[in-house]
T-cell receptor, first 117, second 113 residues
């Protein structure tokens, strides 16, 4: 079974631009979460989507947004990029039961390395 | 909200020595607990997980962790470190619904030959 895939793997943007990152979860996984990883800050939770709905949200400004499609693929968007947005963005998927609760661990993609200059 | 504390952002051990990475969680109800490993330029890979079955959990690559409710701890150990164990290790806890995961800040493990 294919793992979580993220595209692109590397991205260089300029301050003020916007960026869209894509994540394809493992087949059958309907919950997708996004994290920002920076040195010293560890993994910061951005948001979690299930059934095309954002269920949980971390403490990030409104410039960070996301969505999930009917096939569970997810995108996150960052508008008006700032230097501090340079980070590794990780996507993780998990299997969920009928009630929507995760049935186990999260599986991570390789991440998208975003550099803002 | 739950939280996870990993004591020691950097740990160095000699090859063949015991590896001990500490993790404490804050939760009034035993949660689900996980240890992940991250190698450079890669995503996180699950080492092991605790989901209220046996308190001593065995994972991949010879790692194991023991859930101690009285100490709210879930420390990761490996009897003998190998050079290939050098990586970043993250402890994580999820809520009972398992929909949101909380990660520690990570511990960078260096193995000295």
């Amino acid at each position: 079974k294919a793992g979580v895939t993220q595209t692109p793997r590397y991205l260089i943007k300029t301050r003020g631009q916007q960026v869209t990152l894509s994540c394809s979860p493992i087949s059958g996984h309907r919950s997708v979460s996004w994290y920002q990883q920076t040195p010293g800050q560890g993994l910061q939770f951005l948001f979690e989507y299930f059934s095309e709905t954002q269920r949980n949200k971390g403490n990030f400004p409104g410039r960070f947004s996301g969505r999930q499609f009917s096939n569970s693929r997810s995108e996150m968007n960052v508008s008006t990029l700032e230097l501090g947005d340079s980070a590794l963005y990780l996507c993780a998927s998990s299997l969920v039961g009928l009630a929507g609760a995760a049935l186990g661990e999260q599986y991570f993609g390789p991440g998208t390395r975003l550099t803002v200059t | 909200a739950q939280s996870v504390t990993q004591l020691g952002s950097h740990v160095s051990v000699s090859e063949g020595a015991l590896v001990l990475l500490r993790c404490n969680y804050s939760s009034s109800v035993p949660p689900y607990l996980f240890w992940y490993v991250q190698y450079p330029n890669q995503g996180l890979q699950l080492l092991l997980k605790y989901t209220s079955a046996a308190t001593l959990v065995k994972g991949i690559n010879g790692f194991e962790a023991e859930f101690k409710k009285s100490e709210t701890s879930f420390h990761l150990t490996k009897p003998s470190a190998h050079m290939s164990d050098a990586a970043e290790y993250f402890c994580a806890v999820s809520d009972l619904a398992g929909n949101q995961f909380y990660f520690g800040t990570g511990t960078s493990l260096t193995v000295i030959p």
